[in-house]
């Protein structure tokens, strides 16, 4: 039998090994509040985890959904759980980077890796 904990501590040991941490934020929208009919304020989550930041290959570059100056990056399933999204900023080294595609690699039904597409 497969031990989970050992395929993700694997995945974290491998994204430490070679990786560097990356800081995620998100911008919620607000509610509608129905008594004055406007929409509150939105707020922002932010997290942090720790990632393998690669240029895209070659083979994968098509032109149109996916540049050459587009990053990949393995990011780990880090502790508190927080998974990527569509939409999210990266920040890497300063830079700010658009979250445009995250593939969830599952085992055993335990998230063990991530792999993002990043444009700035």
Do not use: C, H, W
Not at 91 to 96: P, R
Request: proline share 3%.
């Amino acid at each position: 039998m497969i031990d989970t904990a050992v395929l993700t501590n694997n995945g974290r040991r491998l994204t430490r090994e070679f990786g560097q941490n990356i800081s995620f934020s998100r911008v919620t929208e607000g509610t509608f509040v129905p008594n004055t009919g406007a929409v509150g304020s939105g707020s922002t989550i932010t997290f942090m985890a720790y990632g393998s930041v690669e240029p895209t290959p070659n083979q994968e570059v098509n032109g149109t959904t996916v540049l050459q100056d587009d990053l990949q990056v393995f990011l780990e399933s880090n502790v508190a759980g927080d998974v990527p999204a569509v939409g999210d900023v990266a920040t890497i080294s300063g830079i700010a980077y658009r979250v445009l595609s995250v593939r969830t690699y599952v085992v055993l039904g335990v998230n063990v890796l991530f792999k993002l597409q990043l444009r700035i």
